[in-house]
C-alpha cells in the first residue's frame, strides 16, 4: 500500500505572514522597552538635580539662619558669593561656586563642594532684601544643569531653584 505524504510543512506564504507578525511585535516591544529606558533616564536626571538641590538650599538655609552678620552682599545688593558670621561657628561662612561647583567654606578651612560632580551650578546669586534694625533676609536663586556630553534632551535637565530665608538674629 502506497501511502501519500501529508503535508506537514508550512508553505511560503505562511512563513512570511509568521515572520511579518514577529517582526511587528518585535519592533512595539523594542519601541516600548526604548520609551521606558528614556523615562528612567529622565528620572534619575530629575532625582539628582532635586537631591542636591535640596542638600544645597538646607545647608544655605541653615547657614544663613544661623547668621549673626551679612557681610555680602550689602543690603539691597547681589553677588554670586555669600558671606555670613555664623554663630554656631563663631566664624566667617562663606559660598560661592567654582568650576560649576558649589562650595562652603567655614573659617579657615579649605572649602568643601555641596553639589555632585555630575551637575553644574549655571547660576548662583545672593540678594540682600534686608531692612535696617530688621534681620537679615537673602534671596537664593540657584540653576542646576545635568553635565552631559550627549545632545540627546532626556540627558540635560535644568532646573531653577527659588528660595528666601530670614536669619533668627538681628545685625
Known sequence: MIRKPSPAGFSLIELLIYFSILTILLLAA??????????????????????????????????IRQATEINSPDSGGE????????????????????????????GTTTAVPITSGGLEVTNLTFTNTSFS?????????????TRTDSARQEYGRTHNFLTTVTSRYND
Open 133 to 145: 534694625d530688621a534681620p537679615s533676609t537673602i534671596r537664593i536663586n540657584l540653576t542646576l544643569k
Open 30 to 63: 523594542g519601541g516600548a522597552l526604548f520609551n521606558v529606558i528614556e523615562g528612567k533616564v529622565r528620572a534619575d536626571n530629575q532625582q539628582e538635580i532635586t537631591s542636591n538641590a535640596r542638600l544645597a538650599l538646607e545647608v544655605m538655609t541653615e547657614a
Open 79 to 106: 553677588s554670586s558669593i555669600l558671606s555670613l558670621q555664623s554663630i554656631a561657628l563663631n566664624d566667617v561662612v562663606t559660598f560661592d561656586v567654582v568650576a560649576g561647583v558649589l562650595r562652603i567654606k567655614e
